[in-house]
């Protein structure tokens, strides 16, 4: 098959979760034998002008898959199938849009789209709300690299890195406001204060904005954090922590089953997150993973301290998640997508 990939993602210098899993997407189906083009980033017009190009170079896709986090980006898609006939299409809304044009009121555009797929059965309830065709939706599950992310030696790991005998609380991904930075802070002092070989490492390999870095230093932790603004081994600083805290304050931005939840599972990494109904959908409360309401700090602190004060309650926890693993696995993903071109095709 020929392949179309559209997205809004791959921002220079950015380690962004869909940028990453739609470039190992992309590499497996080309393993299989299928030929795949992707136009990354760009506006309608340009968007048109590379597929314009791609079509005098002689490509002909069979399909042409966008992923986006805005319905209203289905608009790309349906530009681009002018150029070519017979063309079937697939629209994967990974996440809920930051941006007001991203609005879910524009969900209706998505019923000219041959499939939709999400990641959650929330997701798919909220576009139905939005009077998107429910018959032409699919789950498909977000991705994540099992041959990449694997259990490892801690011990070995933190004598590495010079932190043997610390405790370390975790975060890696963005810094936007959404996804709870200043929660997170909030929740950790505390516990950073209390007890001077505990740390706190974040991983958002991009510049930390000022405010939050003067958030820090009004808590008085400034000294008890590092901010790791370049590329680092995250499989291994993952598998160093006692605890991956993820507090999200909204799912605006955050892929419905997100990548660093997913990774921490098949590293055995136990996590606090928010209690959102897409995270429930895929770990299960006080049995994969400990939940807090979103931006309840008193709760948030309070279920980090039980992960870091209970050795059964991690092993538990960790077990149960490490299960989940493989239904996320990127070559079941991708397996489950060509089903779905297959079935369009015929």
Known sequence: MNILILCNSFL????????????????????????????????????YQKAKQLKKQGFTPDIIHCFSSAPLLVLKTLLVKRLFSNVKTIH??????????????FSRLLNRIDIITVSTHATKNELITHHTDQNKIHIIRSPINLDRFIPMNKDILTKKYKLANKT??????SL????????LLDACAPLLKENPDTILITCPRHTVPQELLNHATTLGIQDR????????NIVEYLNMADILILPYISMEGTEGNPSCLLEAAACKVPVVTSDFPELQEIMTPNVDILM???????????QIQRIL???????????????KKDEYKNTVITQEFVQLYAKLLN
């Open 168 to 173: 370390i609380l975790f975060y890696y991904g």
């Open 225 to 232: 954090i590092q901010w790791l603004t370049h590329d680092v």
């Open 292 to 302: 807090a309401p979103p931006s309840n700090i008193e709760k948030l602190t309070e």
């Open 176 to 183: 936007h406001k959404n996804k709870g930075p200043y929660q």
């Open 92 to 105: 994967t809304l990974k996440s809920y849009s930051k941006k007001i044009l991203g609005s879910l009121h």
């Open 309 to 323: 004060g209970d050795k059964r309650l991690v092993k538990k926890l960790t077990e149960n998640a490490y299960k």
């Open 12 to 47: 220079p210098g950015f380690k962004e979760a869909t940028k990453i899993t739609i470039t190992e997407f992309s590499q497996i189906l080309t393993n299989q034998g299928h030929t795949v083009e992707i136009i990354p980033n760009n506006s309608l017009y340009q968007t």
